[in-house]
């Protein structure tokens, strides 16, 4: 996440429109095989060894679902943008993955459940981050986690979530609450950079 960072909120942000060119930046498309590597080896260790249902919520054009669809995961994504769900559908075509278009504070999945809830910077712009954290715990099948990639961009008048105020809003709702730093991790970002990101994984 680069330049939407230095934006305070995501109200003038036309994501249908931003969906030509999101895959872009080097963490988006994942077009180096090197960054592209790097994100599949973390997911690999967040993520079920086993083949499980995965819910990507603001799955963008579906890069992480990809990657959890080549790790045998069986993928729903939800974006509210429909231009980038299309994308994610044309990157996924073929596989077992499914693609809706809604809100990914209250996903549109009905009953269906899932071993993991899969979100990379999204929470953060989301207008009540906590209520979308208690709904996505209702999604988890029992021993189901959340894997959660944020930060909190810029160094000047930093954009995003801190990994302590998610730590915080997890806590008391989930069993077992891993954060993982990723600042130092150039190539998962195609640069280097001096600002906060980290993954969080919370067990249920
Ligand atoms: C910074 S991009 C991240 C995309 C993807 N998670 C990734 O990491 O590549 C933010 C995405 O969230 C989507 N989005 C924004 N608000 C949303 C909402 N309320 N519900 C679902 N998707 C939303 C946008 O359309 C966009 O695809």
Redesign the pocket.
Known sequence: ?TS?GERDT?ADVD?DAESATFDDEPD?GLRDPAVREAWSARLRGWLPRAPSDVLD?????G??SLLASEQRHRVTG????PR?VDRARAKLAGRDAVFLV????APPVGEQRFDVVL????LW??PDPERALRNWRGLLRPGGRLVLIEGLWGTVSPVGISADRLTALLTPLMRDVRMERLSDEALLWGREVEDERFAVVAVV
């Open positions: 996440m939407k995501w994501w988006h919520l603001g799955c963008g054009t890069s992480l939800v974006d509210l943008s980038m809604g809100d990914a504070a979100v990379r910077h999204v712009a989301l």
